[in-house]
């Protein structure tokens, strides 16, 4: 009898541990965080259209930032940090539309200052042509 109950018991036991160590497992399984892949993406397209921009020469420090970033995001990726790797792609993928911004910025002040001149060119050309009449 009392081996019965000992039975039973070690059964329900058993069967209660095994319930719990599946349920560690298929916890386990489900939080396990996937690898960015998006965030990962969006940075390197981000980073593609900078220097095809020319954010290397116009925005270094920024394109280089992004560059960095980017690294450590797949270094990230790597060690299983997930969460790390997302948060530094996004900011890669921020630095690389700042490089793009500024290397815009950099183009549009240039034309500016070639049409400046221009106008400058231009105004003397007038003056000299007033003067010679």
Not at 11 to 26: K, Y
Not at 50 to 72: P, V, W
Not at 99 to 119: D, P, W
């Amino acid at each position: 009898m009392y081996q019965s109950i000992n039975q039973r018991f070690g059964d329900r036991i058993r069967g209660a541990l095994t319930i719990g160590v599946a349920t560690v497992l298929l916890t386990a399984c489900v939080t396990s965080p996937q690898p960015p892949t998006g965030a990962l993406t969006a940075a390197e397209e981000a980073i593609a259209s900078a220097e095809q921009a020319g954010a290397r020469q116009h925005a270094g420090a920024e394109f280089d930032e992004a560059m960095q970033k980017l690294e450590k995001a797949e270094q990230s990726v790597r060690a299983e940090r997930m969460t790390e790797a997302e948060r530094l792609a996004l900011e890669a993928t921020i630095a690389a539309e700042l490089a793009s911004a500024r290397t815009e910025s950099a183009k549009a002040a240039a034309i500016n200052r070639e049409m400046g001149r221009g106008a400058d060119a231009l105004t003397e050309e007038m003056r000299r042509a007033g003067d010679q009449q």
